[in-house]
């Protein structure tokens, strides 16, 4: 099986942040308290400064597609998992076992299995 690499996005990443958490937001709706026709209007600042506010983490196959995405709210003590999604055609596949359920290293690579 393709091993998972979880990687923290930064502020250039925003165009990854979107796409991911639109095909989200369409895929899943009732999913998140956010609305696909909101964030659809979305500019690059909002984008931005919505990656400034949350420790957000994309997993990726090692061919680099991104096949998920998962927010970390920083909370007193440790963080708070939001927003997470992970591709349909992912799931299943131990992308999310039990034992990658914890705050990511960056560049961490995982063999589910």
Known sequence: MNPVSIDRLAGDDWQTLRDLRLAALQESPHAF?????????????????????????????????????????????????????????ERGRGCVSPRHRTDPAPGAVFTPG
């Not at 979305?42 to 991104?66: I, K, M, P």
């Not at 920083?74 to 992970?86: C, F, H, K, N």
């Open 33 to 89: 308290w956010a609305k696909l026709s909101d964030e659809r209007r979305y500019n690059r600042e909002q984008w931005t400064s919505f990656l400034g506010a949350v420790a957000w983490c994309v997993a990726r196959r090692d061919n680099g597609h991104a096949i998920g995405v998962a927010g970390l709210l920083q909370e007193d003590p440790g963080a708070e998992l939001i927003g997470m999604w992970v591709d349909p055609d």
